[in-house]
T-cell receptor
């Protein structure tokens, strides 16, 4: 079975541009979460979606938005890119949203903002 | 105080050594606990969940002390392939985290021949 897939794998943008990152969860998983990992830090929670509804939002500005589609895939959008947005963006899927649910991560999108 | 704090690394150990990582978390409402492993420039992968009674998976043993808000990971008979960054992770339905994973910064382990 395919794991969590993310696209693109690498992306270079300039300040002020916007970017869309895509994620397909593991088949049968209905929850998708997005995390940002800056070099040298642990991943930081951005959003969680379950059954196409936002279930959680981390401490990120409104420039960050996301959505989940009927097939449970998801997009993360970032507007007005800043240099500090350069990071590895990870998508994770799980079957549901319970506290004991295990998350499985995709290999991420490495975003570089110049 | 950070929500999840881990031992600063790196840990450089010889093959066959036993190494222990420690982690503390700040919010007593945290409900679930995990150790993830992350290889350089790769995604985090679940190593093991951590249960109150302690649990073991082969050479790996995890312990949880809720009273002290302390989590540990013990690796016995270290292998070269254990070289990675180990992330302590907690999850709880509180505040802005909305029940999602909170990661420590990670502790880097290098196992040398």
């Amino acid at each position: 079975d395919a794991g969590v897939t993310q696209s693109p794998t690498h992306l270079i943008k300039t300040r002020g541009q916007h970017v869309t990152l895509r994620c397909s969860p593991i088949s049968g998983h209905k929850s998708v979460s997005w995390y940002q990992q800056v070099l040298g830090q642990g991943p930081q929670f951005i959003f969680q979606y379950y059954e196409k509804e936002e279930r959680g939002r981390g401490n990120f500005p409104d420039r960050f938005s996301a959505r989940q589609f009927p097939n449970y895939s998801s997009e993360l959008n970032v507007n007005a890119l800043l240099l500090g947005d350069s990071a590895l963006y990870l998508c994770a899927s799980s079957t549901a949203t319970g506290a004991g649910e295990k998350l499985f991560f995709g290999s991420g999108t490495q975003l570089s903002v110049l | 105080r950070k929500e999840v704090e881990q031992d600063p690394g790196p840990f450089n150990v010889p093959e066959g050594a036993t190494v222990a990582f420690n982690c503390t978390y700040s919010n007593s409402a945290s409900q679930s606990f995990f150790w993830y492993r992350q290889d350089c420039r790769k995604e985090p992968k679940l190593l093991m969940s951590v249960y109150s009674s302690g649990n073991e998976d082969g050479r790996f043993t995890a312990q949880l002390n809720r009273a002290s808000q302390y989590i540990s990971l013990l690796i016995r008979d270290s292998k070269l392939s254990d070289s990675a960054t180990y992330l302590c992770v907690v999850r709880g339905d509180y505040g802005g985290s909305q029940g999602n994973l909170i990661f420590g910064k990670g502790t880097k382990l290098s196992v040398k021949p």
